[in-house]
């Protein structure tokens, strides 16, 4: 159970609404739906983390955020404004509930103002290796992506990776991997199954930027707009945090050395009832840790636990 399938390009579609353009991916099987807000370089085309919900037969809806794929910046550069607009995409789609919103990494803010702004429309609230409450990402990761993976240059820099995955992978890992760990990357390496090598190659292969990674930084360096300030981990720059009722599950993995653990801890700590899920993933991918099998089992007896809201 819980396989992960190959990370290969999947149909989407684009609708026009208030807030403009929006990608979207929909794969339909049951009646109810989870919402997919993925995280940097990911857009909607492409799936990472959801076999879980596709085993126990929900509808996947994912689209791509601003700057991603199809979904050009200006339907919605804050997470503010995006959540209104996946609001009024599943509106149109016909969808008045959603079983699950699961937000991963830099999705993370976007699936917590959802969850807080439209809190009829959502049911639950998973957060994976989420982006929380903290500025985010650190200045020497936000100068480089500032180069890198600038709108400008960051098609030149995704060849370069592409061809670099094709003909000489393990030197792609190593380089794209070291910034997802706090573990030598030697050591990561070295504990990568085939399965997951091959799944990962096959996702660096098709990553790509646009501008939505330039905008994730920009966006998630300041303090969310909405709701009353929560100060997590004692941090006084910690980000405010719209108020989320849904019961909420936190999966982190505290070898992440691309959100770090404290994000997971300032997210249980503002949000009422959230439970946190310690990974032993050894890197950002909690998909790749030896218990992510009863991660998956646990997100699964998650998504059958009571929806009443927290304070009501």
């Given at each position: 159970m819980h396989e992960r399938a190959p990370t290969v390009e999947r149909p989407t579609r684009v609708i026009q609404l208030p807030a403009g353009a929006v990608e979207y991916r929909l794969e339909e099987r049951g009646s109810q739906v989870v919402l997919m807000l993925h995280g940097g370089h990911v857009r909607a085309a492409l799936s990472l983390g959801e076999e879980v919900f596709a085993e126990a037969?929900?509808?996947?809806?994912?689209?791509?955020r601003p700057g991603?794929?199809?979904?050009?910046?200006?339907?919605?550069?804050?997470?503010?404004?995006?959540?209104?607009?996946?609001?009024e995409l599943c509106d149109r789609l016909g969808i008045d509930?959603?079983?699950?919103?699961?937000?991963?990494?830099?999705?993370?803010?976007?699936?917590?103002?959802?969850?807080?702004?439209?809190?009829?429309?959502?049911k639950r609230l998973i957060l994976q290796s989420a982006v929380g409450l903290l500025p985010w990402p650190d200045r020497r990761t936000r100068l480089g992506a500032?180069?890198?993976?600038?709108?400008?240059?960051e098609r030149v820099t995704w060849a370069l990776v592409h061809t670099l995955v094709r003909r000489v992978p393990n030197a792609g890992l190593r380089l794209l991997l070291r910034d997802l760990t706090t573990r030598p990357i030697g050591d990561l390496l070295a504990t990568l199954?085939?399965?997951?090598r091959a799944m990962l190659l096959e996702l660096f292969g098709q990553m790509r930027s646009g501008?939505?990674?330039?905008?994730?930084?920009?966006?998630m360096a300041t303090p969310l707009s909405d709701g009353p300030s929560a100060v997590g981990s004692g941090s006084k720059t910690a980000r405010r945090l719209p108020q989320v009722r849904q019961p909420t599950l936190v999966i982190a993995s505290r070898d992440d050395g691309a959100v770090s653990f404290d994000h997971a801890q300032s997210l249980v700590e503002a949000i009422p009832h959230a439970r946190l899920i310690s990974s032993n993933a050894p890197s950002h991918f909690i998909w790749l840790?030896?218990?992510?099998?009863?991660?998956a089992d646990t997100i699964a007896n998650f998504l059958h636990s009571p929806q009443e809201q927290v304070g009501q």
């Amino acid at each position: 159970m819980h396989e992960r399938a190959p990370t290969v390009e999947r149909p989407t579609r684009v609708i026009q609404l208030p807030a403009g353009a929006v990608e979207y991916r929909l794969e339909e099987r049951g009646s109810q739906v989870v919402l997919m807000l993925h995280g940097g370089h990911v857009r909607a085309a492409l799936s990472l983390g959801e076999e879980v919900f596709a085993e126990a037969g929900y509808t996947i809806l994912a689209p791509s955020r601003p700057g991603y794929g199809l979904t050009p910046l200006a339907s919605g550069t804050s997470p503010e404004g995006f959540a209104d607009a996946v609001a009024e995409l599943c509106d149109r789609l016909g969808i008045d509930s959603l079983a699950a919103v699961v937000g991963q990494s830099a999705g993370g803010p976007t699936a917590v103002t959802l969850a807080a702004r439209h809190p009829d429309l959502v049911k639950r609230l998973i957060l994976q290796s989420a982006v929380g409450l903290l500025p985010w990402p650190d200045r020497r990761t936000r100068l480089g992506a500032g180069l890198v993976f600038s709108p400008r240059n960051e098609r030149v820099t995704w060849a370069l990776v592409h061809t670099l995955v094709r003909r000489v992978p393990n030197a792609g890992l190593r380089l794209l991997l070291r910034d997802l760990t706090t573990r030598p990357i030697g050591d990561l390496l070295a504990t990568l199954s085939e399965q997951h090598r091959a799944m990962l190659l096959e996702l660096f292969g098709q990553m790509r930027s646009g501008s939505g990674f330039a905008n994730d930084v920009r966006t998630m360096a300041t303090p969310l707009s909405d709701g009353p300030s929560a100060v997590g981990s004692g941090s006084k720059t910690a980000r405010r945090l719209p108020q989320v009722r849904q019961p909420t599950l936190v999966i982190a993995s505290r070898d992440d050395g691309a959100v770090s653990f404290d994000h997971a801890q300032s997210l249980v700590e503002a949000i009422p009832h959230a439970r946190l899920i310690s990974s032993n993933a050894p890197s950002h991918f909690i998909w790749l840790g030896e218990d992510y099998p009863a991660i998956a089992d646990t997100i699964a007896n998650f998504l059958h636990s009571p929806q009443e809201q927290v304070g009501q």
